[in-house]
């Protein structure tokens, strides 16, 4: 499985969005000291009713929780803009 599939799962399990897009922007940051390790850099915009209620912060450590391992393994950058349908 690539990485943006393997985004897409983890996001897509914990939060149901109602729109995903992954971006791998990894080639851009070739010989960055980060991607030396493997680790992808990625955009992400999600629009998930998950968020309602939810601060920036509480909506990206969402995102984060739901990346677990993942965040530490292959992703080595990640750019978040979440939202709610309402916001979006």
């Known amino acids: ?3 943006i599939d ?7 399990a ?3 969005p109602e729109s995903l897009e992954i971006i ?6 070739a010989g960055h000291e980060g991607a030396k390790s493997g680790g992808g850099h990625f955009d992400v915009i999600i629009i998930a009713e998950a968020f309602k209620d939810m601060g920036t ?3 990206h450590r969402a ?5 677990g391992e993942t965040m530490k393994t292959e992703i080595h950058a990640l750019s978040i803009r979440a939202y709610t ?3 979006f």
């Not at 791998?24 to 940051?29: A, F, G, I, W």
């Open 57 to 59: 912060i509480q909506r």
């Open 1 to 3: 499985m690539n990485r």
């Open 85 to 87: 349908p309402e916001e």
């Open 6 to 12: 393997l985004i897409r799962e983890k996001l897509s």
């Open 63 to 67: 995102i984060y929780d739901a990346l």
């Open 24 to 29: 791998d922007r990894s080639h851009e940051h």
């Open 14 to 16: 914990a939060l149901s």
